[in-house]
């Protein structure tokens, strides 16, 4: 599996490696930032020297008319200043954060296409994984807006900063020092829940597992019939419990850094502050000045807190974008998208594979061969776990052979890109998924374009037995399957559920067919029905079926038989009944239990 450390790099690097998506996918917002960050500015030096200028032109005795005039022109000026930062905060953030979210969704969407099958195959890809999809869709957001904070913080720090300055440096060295240990303070407690985030994050995910699986449908019967509601239940409970612990054990060690950024606000910061202006003023401070200077204090030191916490800030970012980073950066062995477009099938030929599922010991293909020419109806049974399944992921090119080869057309499939070899198939799998799409989108598995498409749909719902109840729903073909989302969505039952997947097969233009297990939830009366409309339907394209009922394949071109992934029998029904072998004797069983149940049911 192509897993990634996490990515090492600076703290700032990571920030700006997500800020280009924000620049990317929302450029207007970006302008419309900048004029928010000089409203700001404008309205905190208008609000101080406000003060200050009424209180020097009362003290003067100054006519009311020219305190009315001043007054109204930095009314004016913070209004503007107001109505720019509400119509940015308010509606312009508001929307541009649904485009953004959008557009990374979207574009994480198409990341996760190119991901290899393999990747799957190991929890902790799922911890990252998962950390990246939740996390990333606003993160880069967030980014922009500690960045928007710390411009528009440090532009007003400058301007008050320098105001302050003039009046007194000594004051300025109490914010300083203050917003110093408040920063060193923010920064431990931030780092430590991070790592609250990550170690909590399996127990979190099988939380949303657990209410998953009491959410969806296809788990009721077994919830309300069996005791596994109850023991998901309790696997939940120590979910909880677990994080719980995780929080608790970080909430004690946040106890001293907690302490310290109390103390450094309230006893730096605010009680030394106003101590030490009470003696300047005693000792000949003016009130305009004593006044202006307490209320520019106190704006620098918020400004100037959220300006040095940016680092805080970033770093906090930072914890998190290394997933985006991970995902965003992917390599992937095999879904890269790359090599010959394979047009035309002619011919499948496996050459001596052999392969094992990672961090596995067994193999589960093991020195396997085999050919399928290109109209070859060819049939593969054995034993539960033999290699079956795994083998058309092979031929998928799900996963690449550790050993051996597997050719199409007289060339490694290695040669061509993934998506032209999986567009010559089509594909019912043994797990096969229906969709909260309409019923002609989960036949197609696309969007319907036209008269034509319904058509196909029409047909392939006719060809298993469904065109009628279909078109006796309201919506017809356009139905909802489930009711999820739609109170008048179809329901079917297991059989019809899975001739609605079959009807996959006859809607499809694919050059191969593989089936697998595509009739086993069907009765044996429209099983064989069903069969001899896919044999009828299929006689210019080449077909694999997978079963277990071997009376499903007693017509195939050529059976091989399965066990522990090598292939012990081949043959016509006819010559595997002749030898008397493992297909014969599963052959036989099969048939003498069938007539017992249908004996029985007479």
Not at 255 to 284: D, E, K, T
Not at 545 to 565: E, F, N, Q
Request: hydrophobic letters at 40%; charged letters at 25%; proline letters at 2%.
């Amino acid at each position: 599996m192509n897993e990634r450390p996490r990515v090492k790099t600076s703290v700032i690097k990571m920030n700006l490696y997500v800020l280009r998506y924000v620049f990317k996918f929302c450029p207007v917002y970006v302008v419309a930032s900048i004029f928010s960050i000089v409203a700001s500015v404008v309205i905190a030096l208008a609000e101080v020297n406000f003060i200050s200028n009424a209180i020097d032109l009362v003290m003067k005795g100054e006519d009311i008319n020219i305190l009315f005039k001043n007054l109204i022109i930095y009314v004016i000026v913070i209004l503007v200043g107001y109505l720019v930062k509400t119509i940015y905060d308010r509606f312009i953030s508001n929307r541009y954060r649904m485009v953004y979210r959008k557009k990374m969704q979207t574009f994480l969407f198409n990341k996760v296409k190119h991901i290899d099958m393999a990747s799957y195959d190991n929890p902790e890809f799922y911890d990252k994984f998962s950390r990246a999809l939740g996390d990333s869709t606003w993160r880069g957001m967030q980014v922009f807006t500690t960045f928007v904070n710390f411009v528009e913080s440090i532009s007003i720090s400058i301007a008050l900063g320098a105001y302050v300055l003039v009046k007194d440096a000594w004051l300025l060295g109490i914010i300083l020092l203050s917003a110093i240990i408040s920063l060193v303070a923010i920064n431990v407690i931030n780092k430590t829940w991070y790592k609250v985030y990550r170690k909590s994050e399996r127990s979190r995910r099988y939380q949303y597992y657990v209410r998953r699986t009491f959410y969806q449908q296809k788990f009721a019967a077994e919830i309300k019939t069996t005791s596994i509601g109850d023991l998901l239940i309790d696997r939940h409970t120590d979910a909880i419990n677990d994080i719980d612990h995780i929080y608790r054990s970080a909430e004690k060690k946040l106890l001293l850094p907690a302490g310290i950024n109390i103390f450094s606000n309230v006893i730096l910061q605010n009680a030394l502050s106003y101590i030490y202006l009470g003696y300047r003023l005693l000792n000949g401070m003016s009130p305009s000045i004593f006044t202006a200077t307490i209320n520019a204090t106190l704006k620098l030191y918020n400004n100037f807190m959220r300006a040095i916490s940016i680092y805080t800030n970033l770093r906090e970012h930072s914890y998190y974008i290394s997933d985006f980073m991970w995902i965003t950066e992917y390599k992937p062995n095999i879904e890269k998208g790359e090599g010959e477009v394979l047009e035309e099938f002619d011919n499948l030929e496996i050459q001596d594979i052999t392969f094992k599922y990672p961090n596995t010991n067994v193999n589960s293909i093991d020195h396997l061969s085999m050919k399928l020419n290109k109209y070859d109806k060819i049939a593969i049974v054995g034993d539960n776990g033999g290699g079956k399944t795994t083998l058309t992921k092979l031929l998928l090119r799900f996963y690449n052979p550790e050993t051996g080869k597997i050719l199409i057309n007289g060339k490694d499939i290695r040669t061509y890109n993934e998506a032209s070899i999986r567009a010559q198939y089509s594909i019912v799998y043994q797990d096969f998924q229906i969709y909260a799409l309409s019923i002609a989108e989960n036949v197609l598995m696309r969007k319907v374009n036209g008269k034509e498409d319904e058509e196909i749909v029409k047909k392939a719902l006719e060809s298993v037995g469904l065109l009628d109840k279909v078109m006796s729903f309201k919506n017809g073909i356009y139905t909802q399957v489930t009711r999820e989302f739609d109170r008048e969505g179809a329901t079917f039952s297991g059989g019809e559920t899975q001739r609605l997947v079959i009807a996959r097969v006859f809607a499809s233009n694919a050059n191969v067919y593989i089936l697998d297990e595509p009739t086993s939830a069907l009765d044996p009366f429209s099983e064989e029905r069903i069969n001899k409309l896919i044999m009828q339907n299929v006689t210019n394209k080449a077909m694999i079926i997978i079963a277990h009922r071997l009376s499903t394949v007693v017509d195939a071109d050529k059976i091989y038989l399965i066990r522990k992934g090598q292939i012990t029998e081949e043959g016509t029904h006819q010559e595997l009944m002749a030898k008397k072998g493992r297909y014969y004797e599963m052959f036989t069983t099969q048939t003498e239990l069938y007539l017992k149940k249908e004996k029985a049911d007479e």
